[in-house]
């Protein structure tokens, strides 16, 4: 399982995906070097708690499958600032749901039926064909009733 944590590195907050088992009592532990951009894409490595740095973090989401969903909620995440600023978004995208599905029918079909009967008096009257010649000479045939 992934869980998605929040650090704050020279004063800026940063998230990032991690195995679960890297966190412990909001301390999360690092590899040495880039080697944890890699291996923190495999849920089965094991922190070394005596060799790996200790940071600060604050887990935001967790139980998390695969790395991919992990990232992709990551990413969702980083447009906000705050929870607060996430829970305005969802609860003003959730509004907008149900204003959509209180919306009523219209049934169009009566505008069909209209537009048959004009169609049907404008198909019955004898129509002419004119031609039209465009600047450039090049004939144009268009019918008028």
Known sequence: MFIIVETIEDG???L???PESWEK????YWPPGR???N???DDSVLPDFNNWSKQKCIVKRKNFVTFQAAIKAEKFLSRFDDTEDEESYLAQNSSKQTQCSQKKNIDFNNLMAENNIINNIIDTEPTKNVEINQS????ISVQIP
């Open 12 to 14: 800026e907050k940063n």
């Open 16 to 18: 990032c995906v991690v």
């Open 25 to 28: 009592n909001e301390i999360l």
């Open 35 to 37: 080697k944890g951009l």
């Open 39 to 41: 291996l923190r894409r």
């Open 136 to 139: 450039d000479n090049i004939p």
